[in-house]
């Protein structure tokens, strides 16, 4: 398996413009399909998650390109709703097209997507919401068959503000027959860019990025052109990075409205961030203040998707800081591969104790999802000597050849094959 290899020690500066965000462009892409025309989604990220659903799209019927960072739809020719289960398996993120191929067809079979790294990975939220809008649900072993001969409005509490559950939710919803109200819905601007697009396709919903989304259902949606949102923890991570490395970096096309509670944690550590608009310059010039205490949440807490992130930082602060994770039961997989860098992190249940140290060591690591994966890159940007990172399919999956984004703020960082031959991003291969 292919490898990136750093050489640490070094600030990172200049200027980067910042991806599309994936998980705004995956459920927006599996929206589509409630269209019958052509569609183009602007600033898609092309990353190896994105293929996966392009391919299941294409699976299905439909024409699904991406070039550059545009992807040309047609869901004239759309045919079935039964997700291959091999490429279900690639990416559990395609159960974001369970509501919306129900929407159209009336049924669709998936499989159960599992668990992964960071934790067990339940849909129950998503079945019951599928089932309060009058859908039937058959689960036999890994398959899952939903069938619904109409779907009618309803009034749905989740248990949890999950955000895949409250997107499939509004995709199918929003071809329902009357109102559906979510309660305790999700609030992350992904949701919000997803109500947008629903609605450039004719849809009428209300509410996103609050606790309570209504739809009133509509019987037809129309094509559209629409541009995703920044990645708002591809950002995160770089900022994260600049920091990390005493640096001096300043991010395009960055909405720092996103990203609140991260400018929160690193002010108070004493990194200094100005924005303007879609400007945001971070600076770091002295060894990081230690941050008593960051607790993930949903958002607009801070979002989980960070914590090893900021876990790279505040393991070089001066002092003790501590983490805790309340959104996903498995995601500190990366604490001891910073520990064999010489990070001192002891774990507690769901709290990470952090003991600020002078410096980290390179070391040969392996990421174990995607976004410990970035936090282990960001630890050699970071470290002292050499680092190794392994099993890097997983940080593809989520950043555009993160490679080349970093070399282009001064990184020394190559990809390089098993046997050491230095390699371009599998994308430029994909071509
Ligand atoms: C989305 O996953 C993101 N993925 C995740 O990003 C992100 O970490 C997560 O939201 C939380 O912000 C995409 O958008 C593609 P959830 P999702 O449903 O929808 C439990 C990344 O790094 N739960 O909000 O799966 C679940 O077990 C990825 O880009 C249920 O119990 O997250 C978890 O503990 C990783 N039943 C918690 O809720 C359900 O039916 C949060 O899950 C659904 C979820």
Known sequence: ????????????SGTIRIQGAKNAALPILAASVLSDGNLIIENVPDLLDIQVMLDILTSLGSRAVLTGQKVHLDMSRLH????????????????????PLLARFGSVTVYQP???????????LHLQGLEALGAVIEETGSTIVCRAEKLTGADIVLDFP???????????????VGRTTIHNAAREPEIQDLQHFLNAMGARIYGAGTDTITIDGVSRFHPCVYRIIPDRIAAGTLMVAAAATRGNVTLEQVNPQHLTSLIHVLKRAGVQIISSGDIMNIQCHNRPRRVERIVTSPYPAFPTDLQSLIMVFLSLADG???VKETVF???????DELGRMGADIRVDMNAAYIKGVPRLYGATV???????GAALVIAGLAAHGTTVVEQIHHIDRGYEQIEKMLTRLGARIRRKSPEGE????PLDRIG
């Not at 490898?3 to 600030?11: A, D, F, M, T, Y």
């Not at 999950?162 to 329902?176: K, L, Q």
């Not at 230095?422 to 991003?425: D, F, I, M, T, V």
């Open 366 to 372: 392996e990421a174990t999802d995607l976004r410990a």
């Open 80 to 99: 079935s709703s039964h997700i291959p289960e091999e490429l279900m398996k690639q990416m559990r993120s395609s159960i974001f097209l369970m509501g």
């Open 162 to 176: 999950s955000v895949g559950a409250t997107e499939n939710i509004m995709m199918a919803a929003a071809a329902a």
């Open 329 to 335: 039961e498995g995601r500190f997989k990366h604490v």
């Open 114 to 124: 599992g668990g992964c790294a960071i934790g067990e990975r339940k849909i129950n």
């Open 422 to 425: 230095e390699l371009s991003s």
């Open 320 to 322: 003790l800081s501590i």
């Open 1 to 12: 398996m292919e490898k990136l290899v750093i050489e640490g020690g070094k600030p990172l």
